[in-house]
C-alpha cells in the first residue's frame, strides 16, 4: 500500500495546527488546533476486508516525574515508550482518504465522543490516562488528539501514522477499547501496511532546529 498526507511530508514537521498544544513564548505552550491531518492511500491488496490507521508516538517518556517540570529537563535517555493517539477501526475497503479535520478540530475538554456518524470505531487514545488526575480535564478521550510533548524534553518526538489492511471486517474488541488493545487484535490479521512519520517539538531551542 502507498499513504501520503497533504498536511505534512514523510519525515517532515508537523503544522501546530494539527497538534493539541504549540509553543507560546510568554506561558511556554498553548492549546492548538487539534485537528486531524488529511491521509489518503492506495494500492490496497485484493482480500482487504477493512483498514486500520494507528497514530503512535513512540518517544513518550514512561517516567512523567520530570515532565514540564521548571527548572528541569527532561534527557534524552530517559525510557521511552508508546503513546497512542488514535485509533480508528473498521474504515472500509473502498474509502481512500479521511480529510483534515474530518474527525477532530479543536480541543475537547473531557474527550470527544465514541461514534463517528459513519460506522467507524475509534478507540481511546492514551490522553485518558494522561489527564485522568486532573479534575478539570479528566475523561475518555476518543479518537484523535495530537502531539503535546513536554516542553523541557530533550528528544524530538515522532509520530507514525500507520495503515493496516485486514482479512476481517471487523476486530474482536468490546465497545471500550484502548489503542493497546486495538493493535494486540491485529495480530493474524494483517494483510499489508504502510506509514508516515511526522516530528513535532515544544521545546523552543529542537522545533527551531525542525525548521531548518
Not at 503544522?15 to 505552550?29: G, L, N, Q, T
Not at 516525574?65 to 480508528?88: C, I, K, M, T
Not at 475509534?122 to 485522568?132: E, I, R, S
Amino acid at each position: 500500500m502507498k499513504l501520503w498526507s497533504e498536511t505534512f511530508r514523510d519525515g517532515g514537521l508537523m503544522p501546530a495546527d494539527h497538534a493539541f498544544a504549540e509553543i507560546d513564548p510568554a506561558s511556554r505552550v498553548r492549546l492548538a488546533g487539534n485537528r486531524n491531518p488529511h491521509l489518503a492511500w492506495d494500492e490496497v491488496p485484493n482480500g482487504t476486508e477493512s483498514l486500520v490507521l494507528f497514530c503512535i508516538d513512540p518517544d513518550a517518556p514512561q517516567d512523567a516525574s520530570l515532565v514540564n517540570v521548571e527548572g528541569q529537563v527532561l534527557p534524552l535517555a530517559a525510557p521511552r515508550g508508546d503513546f497512542y493517539h488514535w485509533s480508528l477501526l473498521d474504515v472500509p475497503p473502498a474509502m481512500r482518504s479521511i480529510a483534515a479535520g474530518e474527525f477532530s478540530s479543536g480541543i475537547t475538554p473531557r474527550g470527544k465522543a465514541a461514534a463517528t456518524g459513519n460506522g467507524l470505531r475509534q478507540g481511546l487514545n492514551d490522553y485518558t490516562g494522561w489527564f485522568a488526575g486532573d479534575a478539570a480535564m479528566a475523561g475518555d478521550y476518543y479518537g484523535y488528539d495530537g502531539p503535546c510533548p513536554p516542553w523541557n524534553d530533550e528528544r524530538i518526538h515522532h509520530y507514525i501514522f500507520r495503515l493496516y489492511a485486514l482479512d476481517v471486517p471487523k476486530l474482536a474488541l468490546p465497545e471500550r477499547f484502548t489503542g493497546q488493545q486495538a493493535h494486540a487484535a491485529l495480530y493474524g490479521h494483517i494483510l499489508d501496511e504502510a506509514q508516515l512519520v511526522v516530528a513535532y517539538s515544544l521545546n523552543p531551542e529542537l522545533a527551531l532546529t525542525l525548521k531548518k
